[in-house]
Each structure stands twice: as structure tokens, then as C-alpha cells.
């Protein structure tokens, strides 16, 4: 198991419990265990380890700071934020807080938990290993080549004794890591999964060699099945062994599936706080998530206007497909599910991102029956910079619509800021008073256009003639029309500030266009 690091334990422990205020040797540095302060004893000599400043006030922890990096100990967590940054920089030691009235007790146990249930670094081969190790003892025990399958006939693992016989199938399976696709073999594969014992199957042709066979199951679940090559050679004993062996491949590949689920419920909560900017070290974070250089956030939710029986649910779902087809474009990869949207880290420079968007809601969009969309972000130089992509893919979220599913930033970028100068100009008195509700309110009360008239003329560029071609009138009647409005709603249309503040608030408070019916 690789050591547990400042930033794994920021990663399950952090926010508000554990505050990290610096950390001179970055946040890969080891966290070995955590020791409780005792004044009365000498720093014990321990490389990597956390020392909860029991007793010591967080502004007098210099001392302590100082024999800490003298014992090479990772840091130094004091209870309270007032702590000494700059001697703990000058030392090399990490400095970490916890709030005022944190019992040191259960800080110890959270911590020391913590740094003990981190799994391992290669979350997405674990249990591998021990598969491989399990093959080759199935293979000595019975005298055949051994592979361990998954369900869709995925080759996991497979042994490596040498002398045993072997056919071009297992050497292609093993070549491609999946099973070669025939007619018969589905039928072998059906006749297996139906069986609760080792059975052996006949050769599919000439140059093939018989099998023994045997399904991997949990509950009542298939995870899998076990395949040993049958070269006339193989021990009495071989189905017992068999059994036995296809038991202990069930405890792996669930110990594996656990280590997987955590990863990624792991990798999803740094994907969280990468998106909301509350990670410890972005950079850290983006690398352990696979994401090194420029990148966006991708958004992709459910269309609100479609009826769906069971949203939750159907969220979850639209979760699995983002990822499935993240991971087959990236590797292994985080998405999360945040308040019905599911978000997403694209890497690289993003020619490419468009395309994927538009292919993950075609094909959830047939898997779920439900129509999606898909909003992207601004791309991003560095890690530091996805909360902002994050919230530009909210805002394109709320501009789509069926016709326009799937957009960047850029491809709305006026709508966009339209619709997010109108929140701020609601915010604040002084940008929402103005003549722009003299108008409406005279429309409103005499039933007139003079709005309207306003905002295609503007559109039209103060051209009379365009601004009567939108509105369909003679440009007399746009002429008076615009006379008339400043005579009664006191608008001075020959001042350009004016006329530009009244464009603006007619379109992002009021909502006009020259569309406008």
C-alpha cells in the first residue's frame, strides 16, 4: 500500500475539520500515523508523522514547530486558525488547524482512521494482482492454463506456469484481453452460466483444446467465470480445485469492486472541491484526477421540461453514462453529481470537446429516454482556474434549450452575459432605476409600444428605416412613435449614455428584443 500523503488526508478529512495553512514540502509529502503531544518527553524520531500540539496555545506552537522539523515530522496541527505560519515555513514543517473546540481525542481518531483506510494508489487494478497470483496457483493445482473472465468476457488475469499447453484462443483473448466472438462460443458461455459446477466444454474446432470451466458467483450475482485449458493432462482432483479456486476469485473481484466503488466515490469528492474551489492544492488534485494542463468543466443535466417519473434516479443514471463514456475517451475518470447536474473535467485544449458532449446526449439521451443537455465551460490554463469554467457551464445550462442542446461558453457568450448582467443590474438599486420604467409603465397604462419601438430602433442602430422594418410600420409612425416617448417618459434619446443604459435595461431587466412579438 503506497504511503498516505497531506493530500489524501486533506482529501478525506478536509474542509471544514482539518485546515491546511501551509505546507513548504507540498502536499505530497508522507503522513505516516499521528502522535499526541506530550510535554514532558522529547519528539520522538519519526519521518512522515502528524503531531497534535496538545496543551500548546496555536500562537506559541514556534517551539514546537521547531523540534518538529528537527524529529522530521510532516507538520503540526494546533487547535484554532492563529497559528505560526511563517516560522512553519521557515522550518519545512506543514501547518494544519482544527476549530477551537475540537476534543484533540476524536481529532486523533479521525485522523488516525483516515491515514489508515486509504486504499491503494492504483485504485483501478486492484485485486489484480491477487487474481494473477490466483491463476497461477489454479494452473499448478490442476495442470491447465488458467484465465479469470469477467461477465462480458473481459479477460482480468491469467496464469503464467510454464509447459502448459495452450491454443490460438487463449493466446488471442490474452493478446486483446478479451475473449474472440463467435456464435459458439456464446452458446459454451450460456451452457456455463447456467451451471453450478465445473463443467467441461469440448474444443470449438480442430486446433483448439477442450476446457474446464466454472462460473464466479456472490450472492446469486455473476461477477465472472474461470477458465482452465484442458491439454489431457489435467489433475483428479481438477474440478474440486476448480470450485475452490472459483470461491476465492469471488472474494477478490469483490474486495476489487469495493476498491473501485471507494475510489470513486474519493475521486468524485475531489472532483467536488476541485469544481468549488475549496481543494487544499488544485494542482494536486487536477493531477491525482488524471487532469495536467488546460481543461473545462463540462455540465450535463436533464431537460426540466421533460417528465421524468423518478428523477433521482434517472440522475444517477445520466452519472454512469457520463463517466462510462469519459473513461472510454480519458481513462480512468471523475464525474459527479451535483443538485441534478452531472459535471465532468475535460482535459487537453478542447477541439475535441464539443463532440463528445454532443455524442454522451445522444447516447443518453436513447439510454434514458429523457432529453439531456450539455453546457461546457470556458477551457481553463490550470487547475485553479475550473471553479470559474464551472460556473460558465451553469450559466450556459440556463440558454439551452431544444433547438441549441449542446454549447460552449463562447458559442453564447453575449446571451450568457446578458442573462448574468441582468442578475447583477436586479442587485442593485442603482442599476435597475432608471427612465427604461417610465416607459413600461406608460405602455402599461395606455397601451402603447413605445418600449418595443425603443429596442428595435436600437437594434436597428438608430436607423429609422431598419427599426420600421422590424416593427412592420411606416417609419413616420417609428418617427412619432419615438417623439412622443420623450415627450411623455422624459427620455433623452439625444444623449448616447442614455440611450445605451436605457438598450441594456429594456433587454436584460425588461427582457425585450426586436423579436419581441
Known sequence: MDACTLGDLLDVVGGPTLRLHTAPAGCRAPVTEVLLYDGHTPLPRLPGALLLAVGTRAADAGPLLRAAA???????????????VAEAEAHGVALLSVAEDAAWHHVHLLLASAIAARPAAATADLGLGDLFALADAIAAATGGATAVEDPRQRILAYSTVSGQPVDEDRRQGILGRQVPASADNTEQYRRLFAADRPLRLPALTGSDLPRLAMPVRAGGETLGSVWVVDGGSLAPDAEDTLAQGATTAALLLLRARAARELARHRGSDLLRRLLDGTAPDPATAAARLGVDGPARAAAFVLDSAASVPDAERTALRLLDVVRLQC???YGRHACVLLDGVVYAV????????????????ARAGQALRVPVRAALGEVVPGAAGLPGSRADADLVLRVLDARLPVATVD????????????EVMGEHRELNAGAWRRVLAYDAEHGTEYARTLVCWFDA????????????????TCRYRLRQLQQHAGVDLDDPDERLLLWLQLRALAGLSSATP
Do not use: F, W, Y
Not at 528537527?70 to 505560526?84: I, S
Not at 442602430?461 to 413616420?476: F, I, S, Y
Open 346 to 361: 475535460l482535459p487537453g485544449p478542447g477541439e475535441r470537446h464539443r463532440k463528445l458532449a454532443e455524442d454522451i446526449v
Open 70 to 84: 528537527q524529529a522530521e515530522l510532516t507538520g503540526v496541527v494546533v487547535r484554532g486558525a492563529d497559528g505560526p
Open 461 to 476: 442602430g438608430c436607423d429609422m428605416a431598419g427599426a420600421a422594418r422590424l416593427l412592420a410600420v411606416h417609419p413616420n
Open 327 to 329: 473513461e472510454a475517451r
Open 411 to 422: 458559442e453564447v457568450r453575449p446571451r450568457v452575459t446578458l442573462l448574468r448582467l441582468a
